[in-house]
T-cell receptor
Framework: KNEVEQSPQNLTAQEGEFITINCSYSVGISALHWLQQHPGGGIVSLFMLSSGKKKHGRLIATINIQEKHSSLHITASHPRDSAVYICAVPSSGGGADGLTFGKGTHLIIQP | NAGVTQTPKFRVLKTGQSMTLLCAQDMNHEYMYWYRQDPGMGLRLIHYSVGEGTTAKGEVPDGYNVSRLKKQNFLLGLESAAPSQTSVYFC????????????FGAGTRLSVL
């Protein structure tokens, strides 16, 4: 079973700062997911990536398959980015049995 | 297009009572999942289904049963609720395996007293 570690667990930053959240996993994967959970509880998928880098607005996700590591970056952070960011990978190689999730990074952006 | 709908949103049970959580998706997805989320822990998979009429156990299946009689619905049952089942429950669906994006419901907050 894949194990997922995220860091930091908590992060407080000022508006405008560049944010980096890290994710490491133990078993080789076919794809890695980044999700966002808002204070209201809803969970949405931000990225799914299997190699390289993806960008959506101010969010950038990168993955290094060889090092089993991914990062989520937020440029020009804003208070509305305050949320829990969760990394997830397939529980097993085939991915049929769902995802294993990290414990999440609780991000607070202060104005 | 509603996506993934969970009912109810909140529920309080007494120990030993039973209940069923309903998950409905309108995206014609094959895969459906039930997760629980507890403080300080990541989401954990309870049961999942890879298609109509199929179910399988996840990481924490004890005390729960599921059914997928129709492709669009995935039911999670608690036959005899215990305080340890107090949690927030999320349903998700995806077009295929975990290499596909999962779409989540809004969650059900369950308290067992």
């Amino acid at each position: 079973k894949n194990e997922v570690e995220q860091s930091p667990q908590n992060l407080t930053a000022q508006e405008g700062e560049f944010i980096t959240i890290n994710c490491s996993y133990s078993v080789g994967i076919s794809a890695l997911h980044w999700l966002q959970q808002h204070p209201g509880g809803g969970i949405v998928s931000l990225f799914m990536l299997s190699s390289g880098k993806k960008k959506h607005g101010r969010l950038i996700a990168t993955i290094n398959i060889q090092e089993k590591h991914s990062s989520l970056h937020i440029t020009a952070s804003h208070p509305r980015d305050s949320a829990v960011y969760i990394c997830a990978v397939p529980s097993s190689g085939g991915g049929a049995d769902g995802l294993t999730f990290g414990k999440g990074t609780h991000l607070i952006i202060q104005p | 297009n509603a996506g993934v709908t969970q009912t109810p949103k909140f529920r309080v049970l007494k120990t030993g009572q039973s209940m069923t959580l309903l998950c409905a998706q309108d995206m014609n997805h094959e895969y459906m999942y039930w997760y629980r989320q507890d403080p300080g822990m990541g989401l954990r998979l309870i049961h999942y289904s890879v298609g109509e009429g199929t179910t399988a156990k996840g990481e924490v299946p004890d005390g729960y049963n599921v059914s997928r009689l129709k492709k669009q619905n995935f039911l999670l049952g608690l036959e005899s609720a215990a305080p340890s089942q107090t949690s927030v429950y999320f349903c998700a669906s995806s077009r295929g395996s975990a290499k596909n994006i999962q779409y989540f419901g809004a969650g059900t907050r369950l308290s067992v007293l």
